[in-house]
């Protein structure tokens, strides 16, 4: 281990370089990736909160232009194996000096899902207001929306952005707002309920209607794929660039310790020995590297996640699926840069990997 430190402490400028282009390389992949994956992953949690099953309009793209007919729920209510049914109108619209924020018309029986931290649910004319946008308004008293004014009743704390970040009022209310009954239903059922069952008899009430498990629409929500997908090409692109950029650097570094290669050779090292110490000289840059750009992803993603501006609407996880992957492939193009050079080099006459590092 000690030899590997004293080799990379004879290059200080360039181990420097090759660490900080590791360490900004894997520190782009984990925000962009995390982040994404946040978006999702509250998105997703929002709609499993005592929700087995999503009810949308057929045939549609996105659930904020869905539009179902509220009164399904007290026939879905009926069907064996349904526990509850939440009828909830998904919309964004300005609030006071806010020019966007997302805005939840809710059936009564759904306020027990907002954890208030003081207050009380709304009533007709009411809203509750989430932790983020109640701090970036100041704690008002009441608030604007769509030109119409509600008393602020309470406020609450989920831990999910999109909540968190938005006003929540009673369905009729939002209703007269976004001229529409609901833009989702969603079904809680008992664990021993066939699901598959349940979701054929709730499809046959009507076929302007189509209900599937929550697990399966948010597998299947095209934004998700959208935001998923785009974030992988742009992550893809900007790593490898990054990567291949430490590849090439850590590859010049090897080729100019020709001499020093051809040295050891010449006092009887072997080429294992020579290829050992540049294995072990790459894996402990890459592994400092892709500590620090974990240690500062965390850093980033918490700060991006209160900063009051974003409303908690921009959030990040790091899953250990992309932390496992991430640190394969960064340790596989680092090795890659110096194995090939060191392992020309290692081949190549002692007297000639000297005679060639001195010109």
Do not use: W
Not at 204 to 211: H, K, Q, S
Not at 249 to 272: D, M, V, Y
């Amino acid at each position: 281990m000690s030899l590997f430190v004293k080799a990379l402490n004879r290059n200080r400028f360039k181990t420097f370089l090759i660490y900080t282009s590791i360490t900004v390389a894997i520190t782009a992949i984990f925000m962009i990736t995390s982040i994404s994956r946040g978006i999702i992953g509250m998105y997703s949690t929002m709609l499993k909160t005592e929700g087995d099953i999503i009810v949308t309009q057929a045939k549609i793209a996105d659930t904020f232009f869905s539009d179902v007919n509220a009164s399904l729920g007290a026939k879905i209510q009926t069907i064996a194996g349904v526990n509850d049914v939440y009828a909830i109108i998904l919309g964004a619209s300005p609030i006071n000096e806010l020019p966007i924020a997302a805005i939840y018309g809710v059936s009564e029986n759904r306020f027990k899902t907002y954890a208030l931290t003081e207050g009380a649910y709304p009533k007709k004319g009411e809203v509750i207001l989430g932790k983020n946008i109640n701090a970036r308004l100041h704690s008002p008293k009441s608030v604007s929306i769509s030109n119409k004014t509600f008393n602020v009743s309470g406020i609450f704390e989920n831990g999910v952005g999109f909540e968190d970040g938005g006003a929540v009022l009673n369905r009729e209310d939002a209703s007269a707002i976004f001229n529409k009954e609901a833009s989702i239903l969603l079904v809680s059922i008992n664990k021993e309920t066939d699901v598959e069952e349940l979701i054929e008899h709730i499809n046959a009430l009507t076929p302007d209607i189509e209900a599937k498990t929550t697990h399966e629409f948010v597998d299947n929500y095209n934004q998700f794929k959208i935001i998923e997908t785009s974030s992988n090409v742009i992550s893809a692109v900007a790593f490898l660039m990054g990567l291949l950029g430490i590849a090439s650097l850590i590859s010049i570094t090897i080729n100019e310790r020709r001499s020093e290669f051809g040295i050891l050779r010449a006092i009887g090292k072997s080429s294992n020995f020579i290829m050992s110490m540049v294995v072990g000289e790459t894996f402990i840059i890459t592994c400092v590297g892709f500590i620090s750009a974990f240690l500062l992803s965390k850093v980033l993603l918490f700060m991006i996640a209160h900063i009051e501006k974003f409303q908690g609407y921009v959030n990040g996880e790091l899953s250990f699926e992309t932390i496992v992957s991430v640190f394969g492939f960064s340790l596989f193009m680092a090795l890659l840069g110096a194995l090939l050079p060191a392992y020309s080099a290692s081949k190549i006459d002692p007297i000639i990997l000297i005679q060639r590092g001195a010109l």
